[in-house]
Structure formats: C-alpha cells, structure tokens
C-alpha cells in the first residue's frame, strides 16, 4: 500500500480548522472528499499541524495510504480537479511517494509560521481576512526586542489555550523575529512544535508592545507568571499562516 506526501496550500476563511468535525467544514475532509471522488477510496488525511478556523497555509503536509498505487503527479492532478469542482479554498501544490514510515505530523523536524499585521489607519480592502488590521501605530523595533524574550526552552503555559491537548507546556521557540515592510508588520516564528494558539497568544501580547502599553519586562513578567490570565489578547487567525514544514532527510 503505497503512501503518499501531499504538499497543500489553503485559504482557511471558509473552514473550521484543518481536523475534521462533524458538520463543519474542515480541509482534511475537503481533501479527503477529492481522494474519494477520484480514487474511489475512503482514505485518512494526516497533517502536519491541525490549524485553527481562519488560519491559512502556504505549505501545509499530509500524508495518506492508497491501496491503488497512483503516479504522483495522477495524484496531484485529480485531487486538484475534485477540489476544484467542489469550489474549495484548497490546492495541491505538490505530491510525491513518501516512505512507508514517513508521518507529515510525527515526522516532521520544524514548522514555521508567518503573521501578518496591516497597520494603518484605512481598513484593507485586498488584505480582508488574510491579516490583522490594527489602526494604531505599531512599533515594530520594540516588538522584536521584546519578542527575544521568549525565544528559547520555557513553560509557555501563559500563551498556552486552556484547550490546548499537549501533554507539557513546556516548548523550545528557536525564532520570534518581528519586521516592518511598509504598512505590513510580519512576524515569523519556527519552533518543532507549538502549543495551541501559542503563535496567536504570543502575536497579541507584542501588540501591546508595539502600542506602548506593555515593555519586554512585562513580556517576561508574563512568560514567568505561567498563567493564561498574564497572557495578552489573543490575536485573530486571519493573519496567521502556516509557511512550511521541515523535515530530516
């Protein structure tokens, strides 16, 4: 039973997350539904990160297991059609045979994600639903500096949802970089793994860095508190996108 890699980018505005659930639509079960509709089988879709509702993807991975063995490409080409014929929000950028033991979850070295700040005053236009607009202005140098703070190995229990299924809070951050192009602030993090809303959390908290109201102390004071209540708000998925998924050769 040949296994296959898929590579998926989404706009993620119109489904309630990655994971399936019942009466909501999600993109495992739109991809699912378009493996179905040209495979005639009823195979199982296994991501690299269960995105939230709202939350898009340039480079998303799943894995699934045909009975058929498909050229890759077929593959690719025939997910596409069905998505597309379903009018879904998602496509197959690419899709290879991946080794038998290969998980796009359990498998995967690093993932890193973008969020996208729109700050100016006039509200987007082209931008609506695909980043956070916030009027006020934002200082960008700040954010970074104080975003350092919480780089590293730490309890992220503050920036942790209280829904959050990990079995420890307690998570290495290798990057939490904040820069400026224009009216864009975009801020990328990378780490092996994240906590539940621990991008979005940690997005909302160096907002209030960047309108003043908060310094890099607090930002440690709340890292070092290890409650959700010290967190800041939590940022809106529109602006958040999984970029890519790293893995070992």
């Keep these: 039973m040949p296994r296959y890699r898929l590579d998926i980018e989404y706009d993620g505005a119109a489904y309630a997350g990655w994971q399936r659930q019942a009466g909501q639509p999600s993109v495992q079960a739109a991809v699912e539904q378009a493996v179905l509709g040209f495979s005639g089988e009823a195979a199982t879709l296994k991501g690299a990160g269960r995105t939230d509702a709202g939350v898009h993807a340039f480079g998303q991975v799943a894995h699934l297991d045909l009975a058929r063995d498909w050229p890759a490409d077929t593959v690719r080409d025939a997910v596409n059609a069905h998505l597309r014929q379903a009018g879904e929000t998602v496509t197959i950028l690419a899709a290879s045979v991946a080794a038998g033991d290969f998980d796009a979850r359990f498998s995967a070295s690093r993932r890193h994600y973008l969020y996208r700040i729109l700050n100016r005053r006039a509200p987007p236009a082209l931008e609506r639903g695909r980043a956070w607009h ?47 192009d224009g009216e864009m602030i975009e801020i990328r993090a990378s780490a092996r793994s994240f906590l539940h809303n621990q991008v979005r959390s940690m997005v909302g908290t160096l907002k209030r860095v960047g309108e003043g109201a908060w310094s890099a102390a607090d930002v440690r004071a709340a890292l070092d508190a290890r409650d959700r209540a010290a967190c800041g708000p939590v940022a809106p998925p529109d602006g958040l996108y ?6 070992e050769r």
């Design 134 to 180: 916030v009027a006020p202005p934002l200082d960008a140098a700040a954010m970074h500096a104080a975003a350092q703070v919480l780089v590293g190995l730490h309890d992220f229990t503050t920036f942790r949802s209280v829904q959050c299924q990990s079995k420890s809070p307690v998570k290495t951050l290798d990057r939490l970089d904040v820069t400026r």
């Design 242 to 247: 999984l970029v890519r998924v790293d893995y």
